[in-house]
């Protein structure tokens, strides 16, 4: 415990929340210390136990709603709040969206170097549906439980459906369920994925003995692909639009490609750019260069295998290039974005699934001549405190 602190682990007390922060809990204060608690919405009036305590912070567990705030609505789902998939599932939607876009703008402010008005970061673009969204699950199986992990922790959590996920993936888990309460196996996991209008199973991983069973095409290693299809085409055709008005670049790349969501589309509109596309996972890549060649796509439309720190630093981008960046969640890292800065592309689009990333990610950008052009939030997960944001920099010397 930190010396002179206003509390004490173990201690009960009534908070205000104030507002959500970046990993989804409620912001609340008192004596002058700053609270994170757990499923706590904006405006509740709240009794909770402090379960961990530093100099600046204390970390805080909800035990009791004294006055319910107006965002806060009774989840759906019968699990929520103990399964670790969603944390906002309480909030009403509304809230999720203004809180999301507060995310963005205060780590962008307090991050980026970026200097914001209140109203720069637009309102966030809502999910086509706040539930059945998830085109892909993971499920963990052992004796004769199916479902996802409780929070922070590997027990798991049993369950019939999951309202966040697709109802024709939902309807195989009882089915699973009678089917694997026959095999021997301790604990295994279950890959589901939703393409089009069929619903299949991927593969079952024995977890145990480190053995896998596939079933079709990209069974043995799935290329990334956004969970929410119908936001993805929304995330899509707004990068291709914002994309399809700047003059037209000498060359485009696109940097953690994948199998081209982004990068398909943006040859569409600038068939006679030279675009490159730079991706880790070989089955990424195979899957693009197949359809390029499928496609009978012109030579000056590629990808390659590679690392992005390896890449970026073997070649010299041009004032000219248009540059796309789409990283993980971990995002670019200082390396990737100094070397970047330092070539000077005159145009960067970042897409984004973690605003704090996001902003550090931008920090040598501001301080070698870009300007920000705009900043829009889409919500691609629902229930979740997750949020992709999609920023354009122009260089402005």
């Known amino acids: 415990m930190a010396k002179n602190s206003s509390v004490k682990r173990g201690e ?19 004596q002058g210390m700053v609270l994170f608690v757990s499923d706590a919405a904006p405006g509740d009036l709240a009794e909770v136990e402090v379960t961990f305590v530093k100099k600046n912070f204390a970390e805080a567990e909800l035990t009791r709603v004294i006055e319910a705030a107006p965002s806060r609505m009774t989840p759906p789902c019968p699990v929520a709040g103990i399964c670790g998939g969603c944390n906002w599932q309480h909030i009403v939607y509304e809230e999720q969206l203004r809180s999301k876009r507060q995310l ?7 991050f980026s170097g970026f200097h914001l008005d209140d109203d720069f970061v637009h309102p966030v673009v809502p999910s086509p549906k706040e539930f059945r969204y998830r085109n892909r699950i993971q499920l963990h199986y052992s004796g004769s439980r199916i479902g996802f992990y409780r929070r922070g922790s590997h027990e798991i959590v049993d369950i019939d459906d999951c309202p966040i996920t697709d109802e024709r993936l939902s309807a195989m888990i009882p089915e699973l369920r009678r089917e694997l309460a026959h095999r021997k196996a301790s604990r295994l996991e279950i890959y589901l994925t939703q393409d089009g209008k069929t619903a299949r199973r991927v593969s079952v991983r024995d977890a145990v003995n480190d053995t ?11 290329a990334f692909s956004q969970v929410n299809t119908e936001q993805n085409e929304n995330l899509v055709e707004y990068v291709r639009d914002l994309v399809g008005k700047l003059p037209e670049p000498k060359n485009i790349y696109d940097l953690y490609a994948g199998s081209g969501n982004f990068t398909f589309p943006i040859q569409r509109t600038w ?20 359809r390029i060649e499928h496609e009978h796509l012109p030579q000056h439309f590629r990808f390659v295998c590679e690392s992005v720190d390896t890449f970026i ?16 969640r971990t995002g670019c890292g200082p390396g990737v974005m100094t070397e970047l800065a330092s070539q000077k592309p005159r145009t960067i689009v970042y897409v984004s699934c973690h605003p704090a990333t996001l902003s550090r990610d931008l920090k040598p950008l501001s301080e070698t001549g870009y300007r920000l052009v705009s900043v829009r939030p889409f919500d691609m997960f629902p229930q979740t405190d997750h949020v992709e944001t999609v920023v354009h920099l122009e260089r402005s010397t």
Do not use: C, M, W, Y
């Not at 630093?313 to 993980?328: I, Q, Y």
């Open 12 to 30: 009960r007390i009534q908070v205000r929340i104030d507002r959500l922060a970046v990993g989804g809990r409620g912001v609340a204060r008192h």
């Open 104 to 110: 963005v703008l205060e780590s962008l402010r307090k």
């Open 212 to 222: 896998e069973e596939t079933e079709g095409p990209g069974a043995a290693g799935p």
């Open 271 to 290: 068939p006679t750019t030279s675009i490159t596309g730079v991706e880790l996972s070989r089955a990424s890549v195979q899957s693009a260069n197949e």
């Open 313 to 328: 630093k073997g070649r010299r981008f041009g004032e000219e290039s248009l540059v796309l960046l789409d990283p993980p």
